[in-house]
């Protein structure tokens, strides 16, 4: 068979891949635009997520409208079916103006919410601005009951689709097409992050190196090696890749990174710059222009001010309301630790807290007495510092059930009402851990230790250490309010399903 150029990705390679098959083009020179072959399930997946939100709020206006709207108004204005038709409007067009539906943001990362809270926002000020120019005395409704219940029905509905839009990506289905472009280190490193974690949508299909070579002659990490970096553009054009990641090598110049961008014009490719100088991510990332250079400014992580305020005050007041709410669950727990076992109900270790000051941390037993006697003949199936076993002798019935969902944690939010401990922060280290650290692991201590963390949220015991410590230190480069919520949110799935505690 001869070869000849065709529009599915990767044809000049005699590879086929369905689902983003698109009508026969022919191969396109540099000068000339390209078009990126969009894949079935994108316009689908759209459209889900624009249905669910106008369900959300057609159902939610409906129901405020016919419990608290005025029947019997003075005026055009007060009309409940002209308010709450008005307020479906000003939703759905403040989500589209604060690209709530926008593809590159939809199935991935916080910006997706973080777009339609801002939406809903935005739709509640005009609606409350509006109100007081035609003297709406029924406005309040539309803003405090109206908008608030549209969120509670839109969020969870946004969490379910891209639930299963993970899950779908878990089976090699829904992924976007990604050529990865650098040197042979650099790529083995993007392909190898994103095979471990397929729900964010990449699937490394093509590498472009400085001499076209990879491990082998022809592959990088069972992944095609398909031409090297001067010919990019043009293997870009050739396959219809949605997503062209740039990683580090000495050939990139910014002469020839700004070229790449004016060659991929017109393809509809997207360009992604992986940043190799500094792990960073999040808030402390600023991009802007000074005498005409595109600068990227790294903020100096903050670790007090008014957002730390906001913290402790969540932290106080969180513990306080979980401890009463948990406390028939705590008292029950307690009885099956005593008929269960002989000992204490609780624990008491010593960990290191922030700044390396010491406290006495609380978790329910889940071992047997004079279980720590019994760690010298043990073998340590744990990462790096830290001892775990898979099935440990020493852990008790009702322990192994504890230790399994997370519940011999509970005790520890006495510790954060006290001050001692935070909701979301590091993991709290034993002192003899903190006496091996390197001065940059030390970091960890420059916050307060958590009860949850990215730690737990992406693996716990399965992590090894050193992946354990980056995520960690990444927490506390890149904290904010918003990571926090995040992770507070995505530890209830983690406890529910118990991956990685042991």
């Given at each position: 068979?001869?070869?000849?150029?065709?529009?599915?990705?990767?044809?000049?390679?005699?590879?086929?891949?369905?689902?983003?098959?698109?009508?026969?083009?022919?191969?396109?020179?540099?000068?000339?635009?390209?078009?990126?072959?969009?894949?079935?399930?994108?316009?689908?997946?759209?459209?889900?997520?624009?249905?669910?939100?106008?369900?959300?709020?057609?159902?939610?206006?409906?129901?405020?409208?016919?419990?608290?709207?005025?029947?019997?108004?003075?005026?055009?204005?007060?009309?409940?079916?002209?308010?709450?038709?008005?307020?479906?409007?000003?939703?759905?067009?403040?989500?589209?103006?604060?690209?709530?539906?926008?593809?590159?943001?939809?199935?991935?990362?916080?910006?997706?919410?973080?777009?339609?809270?801002?939406?809903?926002?935005?739709?509640?000020?005009?609606?409350?601005?509006?109100?007081?120019?035609?003297?709406?005395?029924?406005?309040?409704?539309?803003?405090?009951?109206?908008?608030?219940?549209?969120?509670?029905?839109?969020?969870?509905?946004?969490?379910?689709?891209?639930?299963?839009?993970?899950?779908?990506?878990?089976?090699?289905?829904?992924?976007?097409?990604?050529?990865?472009?650098?040197?042979?280190?650099?790529?083995?490193?993007?392909?190898?992050?994103?095979?471990?974690?397929?729900?964010?949508?990449?699937?490394?299909?093509?590498?472009?190196?400085?001499?076209?070579?990879?491990?082998?002659?022809?592959?990088?990490?069972?992944?095609?090696?398909?031409?090297?970096?001067?010919?990019?553009?043009?293997?870009?054009?050739?396959?219809?890749?949605?997503?062209?990641?740039?990683?580090?090598?000495?050939?990139?110049?910014?002469?020839?990174?700004?070229?790449?961008?004016?060659?991929?014009?017109?393809?509809?490719?997207?360009?992604?710059?992986?940043?190799?100088?500094?792990?960073?991510?999040?808030?402390?990332?600023?991009?802007?222009?000074?005498?005409?250079?595109?600068?990227?400014?790294?903020?100096?992580p903050v670790f007090s001010g008014a957002r730390r305020v906001v913290k402790e005050i969540v932290d106080r007041v969180g513990s306080g309301l979980l401890l009463t709410l948990f406390s028939p669950l705590i008292l029950a727990i307690s009885l099956l630790i005593l008929l269960d076992s002989r000992g204490s109900v609780f624990y008491r270790q010593r960990r290191i807290g922030k700044d390396g000051r010491s406290f006495t941390m609380v978790k329910f037993r889940t071992m047997?007495?004079?279980?720590?006697?019994?760690?010298?003949?043990?073998?340590?199936?744990?990462?790096?510092?830290?001892?775990?076993?898979?099935?440990?002798?020493?852990?008790?019935?009702?322990?192994?059930?504890?230790?399994?969902?997370?519940?011999?944690?509970?005790?520890?939010?006495?510790?954060?009402?006290?001050?001692?401990?935070?909701?979301?922060?590091?993991?709290?280290?034993?002192?003899?851990?903190?006496?091996?650290?390197?001065?940059?692991?030390?970091?960890?201590?420059?916050?307060?230790?958590?009860?949850?963390?990215?730690?737990?949220?992406?693996?716990?015991?399965?992590?090894?250490?050193?992946?354990?410590?980056?995520?960690?230190?990444?927490?506390?480069e890149d904290w904010s309010l918003t990571l926090d919520a995040v992770i507070l949110w995505k530890t209830v799935r983690a406890v529910v399903t118990g991956q990685g505690a042991y």
């Open positions: 068979m001869g070869e000849q150029a065709s529009s599915t990705r990767h044809g000049v390679h005699g590879r086929v891949l369905p689902e983003y098959h698109s009508r026969p083009r022919r191969l396109l020179s540099i000068a000339e635009p390209g078009q990126a072959p969009i894949a079935s399930w994108e316009p689908r997946y759209r459209r889900s997520v624009i249905l669910s939100d106008l369900f959300a709020t057609v159902l939610a206006v409906s129901v405020v409208g016919l419990l608290f709207g005025a029947k019997g108004a003075e005026s055009w204005h007060q009309l409940w079916v002209v308010l709450g038709v008005t307020t479906v409007a000003l939703v759905l067009c403040s989500l589209w103006m604060n690209r709530a539906w926008g593809q590159n943001a939809l199935g991935q990362g916080a910006d997706e919410f973080g777009r339609l809270g801002r939406g809903l926002f935005s739709a509640a000020v005009v609606l409350a601005l509006g109100g007081l120019a035609v003297d709406s005395t029924n406005i309040r409704v539309w803003v405090f009951v109206a908008i608030p219940a549209i969120a509670v029905l839109a969020f969870p509905q946004r969490y379910l689709l891209r639930r299963l839009l993970h899950k779908s990506r878990r089976e090699g289905k829904c992924l976007l097409p990604v050529l990865v472009a650098g040197s042979v280190e650099t790529a083995r490193d993007l392909i190898v992050r994103t095979k471990l974690a397929p729900h964010l949508g990449w699937k490394v299909e093509a590498v472009c190196t400085f001499d076209g070579r990879g491990d082998s002659d022809d592959e990088l990490e069972g992944v095609p090696v398909v031409g090297r970096l001067r010919e990019l553009a043009e293997h870009v054009r050739r396959g219809g890749y949605r997503v062209v990641a740039i990683a580090s090598d000495p050939y990139w110049s910014p002469r020839r990174l700004q070229e790449l961008a004016w060659n991929l014009e017109g393809s509809e490719a997207e360009m992604v710059v992986a940043p190799v100088l500094m792990e960073v991510a999040g808030p402390r990332l600023h991009v802007s222009g000074v005498l005409g250079m595109p600068l990227l400014r790294v903020s100096a047997v007495k004079n279980a720590h006697a019994m760690k010298a003949g043990l073998a340590n199936e744990g990462n790096g510092l830290l001892f775990k076993m898979r099935k440990d002798p020493r852990v008790t019935r009702v322990g192994a059930v504890l230790r399994r969902y997370s519940l011999d944690e509970l005790p520890q939010l006495f510790n954060v009402l006290r001050g001692q401990m935070s909701l979301v922060g590091p993991r709290p280290p034993l002192p003899e851990e903190t006496k091996k650290y390197a001065p940059d692991v030390r970091r960890r201590l420059l916050v307060k230790p958590g009860m949850t963390g990215l730690w737990q949220v992406s693996g716990r015991s399965d992590l090894p250490w050193e992946e354990s410590v980056r995520l960690d230190l990444r927490y506390v």
